[in-house]
């Protein structure tokens, strides 16, 4: 069965600072994986996604994710804070084969200080 | 593209009645669509998922008998939450596979606020 696991359910960065939001998985087979953002009272947009080609993921909003296999990590980051990164972050990893079906992370609460 | 929207956007019932959220694949066909809830600062639950034509699959611990999916056609699906109480109270969120694009990913619709007074 697949997982995932989040790391830090709030991190806290000053404005113009690295951020790394860290995402661990478990999958039986190769999986599809996920970074979705969600704002307060909205549905999920997604940042950036992994479905076996480069192993270096870039979204939007100059988010980028790296799949480490030996690790079973996907860890997002983006290399300068702004104040409207700002909201709740979820890894989600899919199962091909499985229908489909997406489990989320525990999700992680950005907070971006001025 | 690929768009997704849910009616309503939030509604408020009573204790004991039924309420049903629609969830619309508005410029694509969806033969699946996966309905979660999440409650407040928590993550997303996969409830279940619905395949259009066919009876849904339901995740372990979610009654089928409460929450009633019908997927009648390849743009609808819809989350029936019978007999509501407060515990019901929840954000529900939809999503769906484009099915002509054969693609994995997902369009996630802007969510259904329920509450149960």
């Known amino acids: 069965a697949q997982s995932v696991t989040q790391l830090g359910s709030h991190v806290s960065v000053s404005e113009g600072a690295l951020v790394l939001l860290r995402c661990n998985y478990s999958?039986?087979?190769?999986?599809?994986l996920f970074w979705y953002v969600q704002y307060p009272n909205q549905g999920l947009q997604l940042l950036l996604k992994?479905?076996?080609?480069?192993?270096l993921v870039k979204g939007i909003n100059g988010f980028e994710a790296e799949f480490k296999k030996s690790e079973t990590s996907f860890h997002l980051t983006k290399p300068s804070a702004h104040m409207s990164d700002a909201a709740e972050y979820f890894c989600?990893?899919?199962?091909?084969?499985?229908?489909?079906?997406?489990?989320f992370g525990a999700g992680t609460r950005l907070f971006v200080k001025a | 593209g690929a768009v997704v929207s849910q009616h309503p956007s939030w509604v408020i019932c009573k204790s004991g009645t039924s309420v049903k959220i629609e969830c619309r694949s508005l410029d694509f066909q969806a033969t699946t669509m996966f309905w979660y809830r999440q409650f407040p600062k928590q993550s997303l639950m996969l409830m279940a998922t619905?395949?259009?034509?066919?009876?849904?699959?339901?995740e372990q611990g979610v009654e089928k008998d409460k929450f009633l999916i019908n997927h009648a056609s390849l743009t609808l699906s819809t989350l029936t939450v019978t007999s509501a109480h407060p515990e019901d109270s929840s954000f529900y969120i939809c999503s769906a596979r484009d099915t002509l694009a054969g693609t994995y990913e997902q369009y996630f619709g802007p969510g259904t606020r329920l509450t149960v007074t």
């Open positions: 999958s039986s087979v190769p999986p599809y």
């Open positions: 619905s395949n259009e034509g066919s009876k849904a699959t339901y």
């Open positions: 992994y479905t076996s080609a480069a192993t």
């Open positions: 989600a990893v899919s199962e091909r084969g499985g229908g489909f079906k997406t489990i």
